[in-house]
């Protein structure tokens, strides 16, 4: 079991920073793939970014590719996403996902996840 509480959302205004942060309880954390979704108002959730329990290889969409880092620090059991250049098109709730499965075939879909966070709100004004 892997228990989720993101935070480090908030109001930003177009090409700010902001970065996010997503604690993780629960032994398996070293060994889980770690990703970041959004879900925007009236749309369905989409991948954003993940990073596999080795750390070896990250993976982005193409719309947050180049401006968007996601970093793992299993000493603290935390994964972050250092967000940059932001626009409005950026804004949603931003949810953290695990899930121990091997390979990487699954990690850019939503349903390849078990555990999910609360969420947390980025909101980027034009």
């Known amino acids: 079991q892997v228990q989720l509480v993101e935070s480090g959302g908030g109001l930003v205004q177009a090409g700010g920073s902001l970065r996010l942060s997503c604690a993780a309880s629960g032994r398996t954390f070293s060994s889980a793939t770690m990703g970041w979704f959004r879900q925007a108002p009236g749309r369905e959730r989409e991948f954003v970014a993940a990073i596999p329990w080795s750390g070896g290889g990250t993976f982005y969409a193409d719309s947050v590719k180049g401006r968007f880092t996601i970093s793992r620090d299993n000493g603290k059991n935390t994964v972050y996403l250092q967000m940059n250049s932001l626009k409005p098109e950026d804004t949603a709730v931003y949810y953290c996902?695990?899930?121990?499965?091997?390979?990487?075939?699954?990690?850019?879909?939503?349903?390849?996840?078990?555990?999910w966070g609360q969420g947390t709100q980025v909101t980027v004004s034009s």
């Open positions: 996902a695990a899930d121990n499965k091997y390979g990487t075939w699954w990690l850019r879909t939503a349903e390849g996840y078990n555990y």
